[in-house]
């Protein structure tokens, strides 16, 4: 799989149900951010978390990493029919190009009413 | 703040024609990101630029493919002689300095379809 690889591809859930969203990646980054992405529009940044952060927190959102792992999870609590989207992970690699983003081919969740 | 503006949002060009994709970052920001995105999937970097310089093309086609972000004015994405394979929305981001401390802010995208 690609760097960024996200995990499950599309996820179903009722409206007020928690939604996970994992992601996996090969190499050494220097942070892994995740984005949302409505329908035919641009994308929003979400979170960053660093490598030497472990858990981050934003609002009903909440980021974690395991670098021995190479795994990130975005959970969304109380989800909204409001946040249907695709959320993709990308990661900035710690050496090198550290500014080029990484993007996996994202999760499309889909918050039933 | 207007955050990062691309234009046009839609663009439709015969096979062979030039297209060029216009993207103006935030206010502050000095540093300008392309990147491409076709149907069902994640986005592929292309090129990041500062002004007047190119930093890093790596995810650039060698041939047809070429930006540039000059000292006054938006940056400028051009694709010459575009074939069908070249439809894909591409999207710009810009950043203050590295880009690093926190994500990138993304424009909404021009949405290129090569008939």
């Known amino acids: 799989s690609q760097q960024g690889e996200e995990d499950p591809q599309a996820l179903s859930i009722q409206e007020g149900e928690n939604a996970t969203m994992n992601c996996s990646y090969k190499t050494s980054i220097n942070n892994l951010q995740w984005y949302r992405q409505n329908s035919g529009r641009g994308l929003v940044h979400l979170i960053l978390i660093r490598s030497n952060e472990r858990e981050k927190h934003s609002g009903r959102l909440r980021v974690t990493l395991d670098t021995s792992k190479k795994s990130s999870s975005l959970l969304i609590t109380a989800s909204r029919a409001a946040d249907t989207a695709s959320y993709f992970c990308a990661t900035a690699l710690s050496s090198g190009s550290a500014r080029q983003l990484t993007f996996g081919s994202g999760t499309q969740l889909t918050v039933l009413p | 703040n207007a955050g990062v503006m691309q234009n046009p949002r839609h663009l439709v060009r015969r096979r062979g024609q030039e297209a060029r994709l216009r993207c103006s970052p935030m206010?502050?920001?000095?540093?300008v990101y392309w990147y491409r995105q076709l149907p069902e999937e994640g986005l592929k970097f292309m090129v990041y630029?500062?002004?007047?310089?190119?930093?890093?093309e790596s995810g650039m086609p060698k041939e047809r493919f070429s930006a540039e972000f000059p000292k006054e004015g938006p940056s400028i994405l051009r694709i010459q002689q575009v074939v069908r394979g070249d439809s894909a929305a591409y999207f710009c981001?810009?950043?203050?300095?590295?880009?690093?401390?926190?994500?990138?802010?993304f424009g909404s995208g021009t949405r290129l379809t090569v008939v």
């Open positions: 206010k502050g920001h000095s540093h």
């Open positions: 981001a810009s950043s203050p300095g590295t880009g690093l401390v926190d994500g990138y802010t």
């Open positions: 630029l500062q002004k007047e310089n190119i930093i890093d």
